[in-house]
């Protein structure tokens, strides 16, 4: 008998995986974690029934979420990481010298626990001493901060259940003022071709425009996500995506990436003309 593991990307379409074994079942405080083994994908760790990440794809996400923004900002010394109790966005930013400080604001301290365990690549810098992990409600956290980080790294479930507060206007606002004077904020936006994800992403979308000065969406390809075509926004108060990349700085580091470089960097910001047009409706 064959165990799979099978995922609704839309009423008519599923995504699944064979399944060797189920390494972790519970339910927190929050929602239903489970971490699953596959050949083709590695580890897989999924969330009241939805995609997180697998050990074989979580490169991508990880290091699109990171390095566009670290690549533009010429100085960023305080960073605050929404949910990723995973721990991929802390282990890329922690690749980085010269970042002094990260908070990790994660709600449910079980994803941390289970991610230290069973994905130990992905959450192997969790002890990193620059790094402070706080288990509390990202949008709380980020209300009572004013002109504290460089960057915020929002690396948020799906919009509803625990993570439904981080698309909100007020989430947004909040980020805003919790950022410096030239500070930068991305996000994970969603995927764009399926409606109900479309529209998720459109409201996301509308409210960070409305709240930022400079917004731009990028994008990447992502296998295990729904359609694999994934999007981000980048939005910032002085620095712009493209204009205000340092490819020459960047370089400088020689950090060994998998799927990011300065050039793919510019061309995600080239997106499909089904998505700019989604983009136009609600700017």
């Known amino acids: 008998m064959e165990l799979w593991f099978s995922e609704a990307h839309s009423k008519h379409v599923k995504f699944s995986i064979r399944v060797e074994r189920q390494l972790f079942s519970a339910q927190s405080e929050f929602q239903r974690i489970d971490v699953f083994e596959s050949k083709e994908f590695g580890r897989f760790l999924t969330l009241d029934g939805y995609m997180m ?3 074989r794809d979580e490169f991508i996400y990880h290091e699109m979420i990171t390095h566009v923004p670290l690549a533009v ?7 605050l990481v929404v949910g990723a109790g995973d721990g991929g966005v802390i282990r890329e930013l922690t690749r980085y010298p010269h970042i002094r400080h ?18 130990p690549k992905t959450a192997c810098s969790l002890d990193d001493p620059r790094v402070s992990i706080h288990y509390a409600d990202g949008l709380r956290h980020v209300r009572r901060c004013e002109n504290q980080y460089d960057l915020i790294i929002v690396d948020s479930t799906d919009p509803f259940g625990p993570g439904e507060d981080l698309f909100t206007r007020e989430f947004y606002g909040s980020c805003y003022k919790a950022l410096k004077e030239d500070g930068i904020m991305v996000n994970q936006d969603e995927s764009p071709f399926y409606e109900q994800d479309a529209m998720a992403m459109q409201r996301a979308h509308k409210r960070i425009v409305e709240s930022f000065p400079i917004s731009r969406v990028y994008q ?7 359609s694999g075509h994934w999007l981000f926004g980048f939005a910032s108060k002085r620095y712009h995506p ?20 300065p ?3 510019v061309g995600a910001f080239l997106l499909p003309a089904y998505v700019e047009e989604l983009l136009r409706e609600v700017e």
Do not use: C, Q
């Open 263 to 265: 050039r793919l960097h």
């Open 220 to 226: 990447a390809h992502i296998p295990t996500y729904p």
């Open 73 to 79: 900002h010429p100085a960023p010394h305080n960073i």
């Open 242 to 261: 493209v204009r205000d990349l340092d490819v020459k700085r960047w370089e400088a580091l020689g950090l060994k990436t998998k799927y990011y470089t």
């Open 102 to 119: 990260i908070d990790l604001v994660e709600i449910d301290p079980m994803v941390v626990e289970v991610s230290r365990k069973f994905l």
């Open 53 to 55: 990440l697998t050990e």
